[in-house]
């Protein structure tokens, strides 16, 4: 039976840190042809070998949660993946990308500070569901923006295979150019 359990876990090594190093973000259905061995991406080809993607630089508040959501009566299950992100400094350029962001449904990558790459949306990509544009009161609070981001697939996020700390998609050999956009600085 496919719900039949496959194996135990020990107690890891204290060894993992948490947070988000960058978010990427590529339009939706440009990943192509995507290849999922036990639940890890091992190859896509995106557009005619091509990915373009939108790198932002996060450091904090910043977080990717994956709730089971499972439903007794209806014998469902699917995982609800969010993405916060908080980004600072309000300007005009973001006002427009965010925007935009908002009315699309992206894929978004995660990349943690420990190095792993995650596939948010992979199949239904990920809407933007909240988020504020926020000046603060003092001078010390957030002037920037909160963004949340959900996506409802049938699986946990992805881990992609072996990404490197320069590449996210280094070991996508299936993409013969990843084009990352020029990042501003606010």
């Not at 949660?65 to 916060?84: A, H, K, P, R």
């Not at 427009?96 to 009315?103: D, N």
């Not at 988020?131 to 946990?156: F, K, P, S």
Request: aromatic share 6%.
């Amino acid at each position: 039976m496919a719900c039949d359990l496959t194996g135990g876990r020990l107690k890891p090594c204290k060894d993992a840190v948490g947070g988000i190093r960058k978010i990427h973000f590529a339009d939706f259905g440009k990943l192509g042809t995507v290849t999922v061995v036990d639940d890890e991406i091992t190859n896509m080809d995106g557009d005619s070998g091509a990915l373009t993607y939108h790198t932002y630089d996060v450091k904090g508040n910043s977080s990717l949660e994956t709730n089971i959501q499972t439903s007794l009566e209806n014998g469902t299950t699917f995982f609800e993946q969010v993405v916060n992100v908080t980004l600072h400094k309000l300007t005009k350029e973001d006002n427009k990308e965010l925007k935009l962001m908002s009315y699309g449904r992206p894929h978004v990558f995660i990349e943690t500070f420990d190095g792993k790459v995650l596939l948010v949306g992979r199949e239904h990509g990920a809407e933007v569901t909240g988020g504020t544009a926020v000046t603060g009161t003092a001078m010390g609070d957030l002037q920037g923006y909160t963004l949340t981001l959900t996506a409802n697939e049938t699986t946990m996020p992805n881990f992609l295979d072996s990404p490197t700390s320069d590449n996210p998609f280094a070991g996508m050999t299936g993409l013969t150019s990843e084009a990352a956009s020029t990042q501003r600085t606010p």
